[in-house]
């Protein structure tokens, strides 16, 4: 399975767009890029995906890098409620199972 | 909107033990998944299951793990003899089928302690 890097933690404040970063440099034709993330004391949640065009949805944006090897996840207006661990995953195109790191944990302040 | 559910929401047992963690996937989901996390671990992925069988298993799923889908709602896990580094949390995953654009929907987990 394709390898990513992502910070261990970032730090944001409320209201303001927050850029996650997350490098691929291994990553393969057929993978997808996916984000989940994980609420305190909750289970992962799928937060978004793409393959190579930038992506958008209600919770977030994904830039995908025109050579595919990095991808940012961009909050636009960071709130407490998204103060998580977020993940990002590599996902081969008939892959079962999900293969978490240690992801990013963002802290919001007020 | 559906969810994945799971029942117990903690569970403490003895070591030795037998203990059957449950959970409702989505109805019209066809792939089922368990995962567990360590506390202040990574989440580890355990077992897949489809068509009424085990597609992959990870080095975790040993003999003494075992899944069932017993009904049309149910995917159970058991652990036949609990060891104390079986305590973790344990989240059920479904998705409607296996392909990179589709999205695994997590259960809320079960927390395991074992004694």
């Known amino acids: 399975d394709a390898k990513t890097t992502q910070p261990n933690s970032m730090e944001s404040n409320e209201e303001e767009p927050v850029h996650l970063p997350c490098n691929h440099s291994?990553?393969?034709?057929?993978?997808?890029i996916h984000w989940y993330r994980q609420l305190p004391s909750q289970g992962p949640e799928y937060v978004i995906h793409?393959?190579?065009s930038n992506v958008n949805n209600r919770m977030a944006s994904l830039a995908i890098a025109e050579d595919r090897k990095s991808s940012t996840l961009i909050l636009h207006r960071a709130t407490l409620r998204d103060a998580a661990v977020y993940y990002c995953?590599?996902?081969?195109?008939?892959?079962?199972?999900?293969?978490f790191g240690t992801g990013t944990r963002l802290q919001v302040f007020p | 909107e559906p969810e994945v559910t799971q029942t117990p929401s903690h569970q403490v047992t003895q070591m030795g033990q037998e203990v059957i963690l449950r959970c409702v996937p989505i109805s019209n989901h066809l792939y089922f998944y368990w995962y567990r996390q360590i506390l202040g671990q990574k989440v580890e992925f355990l077992v897949s299951?489809?068509?009424?069988?085990?597609?992959?298993k990870s080095e975790i799923f040993d003999d003494q793990f075992s899944v069932e889908r017993p009904d049309g709602s149910n995917f159970t896990l058991k652990i036949r003899s609990t060891k104390l580094e079986d305590s973790a949390m344990y989240f059920c995953?479904?998705?409607?089928?296996?392909?990179?654009?589709?999205?695994?929907?997590f259960g809320p987990g079960t927390r395991l302690l074992v004694l």
């Open positions: 995953a479904s998705r409607v089928r296996s392909a990179g654009t589709e999205t695994q929907y």
């Open positions: 995953i590599l996902i081969y195109y008939n892959t079962d199972k999900l293969i």
């Open positions: 793409g393959l190579t």
């Open positions: 291994t990553i393969s034709g057929t993978d997808y």
């Open positions: 299951f489809y068509n009424n069988e085990i597609s992959e």
